[in-house]
RNA sequence: GGCGCUAUCGUCUAACGGCUCAGGACGGAGCCCUCUCAAGGCUUAAAUACGGGUUCGAUUCCCGUUAGCGCUACCA
């Protein structure tokens, strides 16, 4: 049987989730659903220095928005916490000095002021920049006297001088690198934390992770971290490394250029469902023509070998197509809901649950997020104050106002007030004074709502009621009447 | 600079050597529907970066060029 798979996303808490993070997550999540796997949250906190507060927090609250809940992670222990790095602190340590033990590392006393100055002379040479070795070979008992004796170190993996290491990875297929290109790369840091490399090697061994589904940044790092698997004996996880997601200009996504954080969209109004189907769709299809996908279809479906190579330039015309599709796919229910906070911003509180959930379903239509309900259909919250200044021009001319008003007489005797019985009348109307329908419609519209566009003309006088209809026809006529 | 990855319409992508005058979607243009605005339907413009091979046949395989991106930290 196989191995039970087990993913992990490792985001290093700097503040909000990046878009193209909730990717790689997503990614991740989907392939550990779609075979019954785990899907793991660790985080990588090793950069003291990029320690923002609440950043973490931040994080789990985004993507359980997302609806990217993790199996394990910060206060969900699977057994295998636990799942901070800055909590493992000591564990890093151990298999560090495992290796100097076994001369696969070795302590380096050399100041950032003398790497800074090798550094230098190489660019200025137009070397490749890489560390010179010069504490590779220091006796291991001379270097732990001098470690004890308090003396400021680093550690550093010994890399083979020469040779090239040669990987496959599920998307990419063989990928090989040369040794002589590698730096002896620093694993434990002065401040005793471990870089990146040692502790994703180490925690991906330790966590069990099958796969590692990740950025591809991380593609050049990989003979470092296979190295380390080596040193310590351990087996290998499958590489799998994503395709970026780019700006417009085709830069690698960021600030600047538009929104980075999904919390930023996530307060624009997209709805959960549009991010994560877009997301979704950047760099992978289900390989025929459908668009729209929900969360547990893209798991029925997902596959890697179907995740292309090439980045994909992150394009919110598309997003913002997707988000109509999802809100026209909601229920009234829902809907509501979502619009609900944009209209108590507005000040219309207290709007009744079925009027509300009515009005959604003659505005979805006309839906691409939320707050266009609470700013295009504020007529049916209270009565239009004034009147599109175009729509005036168009549509009311002489003899409007007359017409208007002996509509709204019609209305008032009306017994059942339906669409249909509306509609009737109208046209009725509108035969027995010889004007076309339209010449009633526009102006009619115009006064209960204000605008020159909107739903069914009937429909939305049914729903907005007798009463408030005839108030509003009658106001427009008083206020229109000298235009 | 070095190393690596990538390269189909403006954008996301399909095609896994022939079924392709390269298909779909977003966006654009036009038409239809219609009480308006939407939604929807139909039509249309728009691409295999370039140059060599391999092959009876290349978008598809190989090589080179070019371009973009990534990495090259005691950052992840």
């Known amino acids: ?40 949250l660790r985080i990588e906190d090793t950069d003291q220095t990029r320690k923002v507060e609440g950043a973490v927090e931040n994080l789990i609250d985004t993507l359980k928005w997302a609806g990217v809940e993790y199996d394990e992670g910060p206060n969900r222990d699977g057994g295998f916490g636990p799942y901070i790095q800055s909590q493992r602190l000591e564990l890093y340590k151990r298999y560090a000095e495992q290796l100097i033990d076994s001369g696969k590392a070795y302590y380096c006393f050399c100041s950032p002021e003398r790497l800074d100055e090798i550094r230098k002379k190489q660019t200025a040479l ?46 990419r297929g063989k990928v090989v690198i040369s040794f002589n290109i ?58 799998v490394h994503l395709p970026l997601l780019l700006n417009p200009d085709k830069s690698k996504l960021s600030k600047r250029q538009g929104d980075v954080a999904v919390e930023d969209y996530r307060a624009k109004g997209y709805l959960k469902e549009a991010i994560v189907n877009f997301i979704a769709f950047l760099g992978w299809n289900p ?41 026209k796919l909601k229920s009234s229910e829902e809907l509501a809901q979502l619009v609900r906070p944009y209209l108590e911003k507005k000040g219309w509180t207290n709007v009744e649950e079925q009027y509300l959930q009515n009005v959604v379903n003659l505005m979805r ?17 209270q009565d239009p104050e004034s009147f599109d200044e ?4 168009k549509s009311w001319e002489p003899g409007s106002g007359e017409r208007v008003k002996l509509f709204a007489e019609r209305l008032t005797a009306l ?3 339906s669409h249909a019985s509306i509609e009737t009348a109208l046209r009725k109307l509108s035969e027995e004074l010889a004007v076309k329908p339209n010449k009633l ?27 408030s209809v005839v108030r509003r026809l009658l106001y427009a006529v008083k206020k229109l009447q000298n235009m």
């Open 415 to 417: 017994d059942e007030f």
């Open 390 to 393: 175009a729509g005036i021009k």
């Open 182 to 239: 590698i730096d002896d790369q620093v694993i434990i840091k002065s401040d005793g934390f471990p870089t990146y490399h040692l502790a994703v090697v180490v925690d991906d061994h330790l966590m069990g992770i099958t796969h590692v589904i990740r950025g591809e940044e991380w593609l050049s790092s990989v003979p470092k971290h296979i190295l380390l698997y080596r040193y310590f004996n351990w087996d290998l996880p499958v590489y």
């Open 126 to 171: 137009k070397q490749t920049s890489s560390y010179d070795r010069h504490c590779r070979d220091l006796p291991v008992d001379e270097a732990k006297k001098r470690v004890a004796a308090g003396e400021r170190h680093v550690i550093r993996m010994k890399v083979p001088l020469d040779g090239e290491m040669s990987f496959e990875d599920v998307i």
């Open 365 to 381: 239509e006309r839906m691409v997020f939320p707050r266009d309900l609470a700013e295009n259909g504020g007529y049916f919250f």
């Open 441 to 467: 419609i526009h102006p009619v519209r115009l006064a209960v709502s204000g605008k020159t566009g909107g739903p069914g003309l009937f429909e939305m006088m049914e729903l907005l009621g007798k009463e």
């Open 287 to 327: 390989g025929d023509e459908r668009e729209v996908f929900f969360m547990d279809q893209l798991i029925e479906e997902f596959s890697l070998e179907r995740v292309s190579k090439s980045g994909a330039v992150f394009n919110v015309e598309k997003l913002n197509w997707l988000n109509q599709q999802h809100i």
């Open 1 to 40: 049987m196989e191995k039970q798979v087990r993913v992990r996303f490792a985001p290093s808490p700097t503040g909000y989730l990046h878009v193209g993070g909730l990717r790689t997550a997503l990614y991740n999540f989907l392939f550990a659903k779609k075979h019954g796997g785990q899907f793991i």
